[in-house]
């Protein structure tokens, strides 16, 4: 379930050493992208670039990120202190992960 997403990020660049999950809606359960991992420490918030599909189409801007199903709120667009990239911050159990890839 899940596997198949309706939009390639046309943002995203192959990220070595990076694993693979599928994040989806907390409360509908909704697959809602594929996001590069590294590392594993909590996820806290998604950059643009390692996000390499999703059921939101990342072509177009998002000033937040809401589940393409219910519409709850995932993540707000910020731009990083320290490296000044494009990011999303997720908010705190309003996701599910799970490990598709390494
Ligand atoms: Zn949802």
New binding site residues.
């Given amino acids: 379930m899940g596997d198949n997403m309706k939009f390639k990020n046309p943002n995203a660049r192959k990220i070595k050493g990076s694993h693979l999950l599928l994040i ?7 697959p ?1 992208l594929k996001y590069q991992k590294v590392g594993n420490s909590g996820l806290i918030k998604m950059y643009n670039d390692r996000i390499l599909e999703g059921n939101i189409d990342f072509s177009k801007y998002h000033g937040v990120l ?7 709120q ?1 993540a707000i667009r910020y731009i990083t202190k320290n490296d000044r990239k494009e990011a999303y911050r997720l908010h705190h159990s309003t996701f599910n992960k799970k490990k598709i890839r390494d």
């Fill in positions: 989806s809606c907390a409360y509908c359960k909704e809602t809401l589940c393409p199903n219910c519409g709850e995932v």
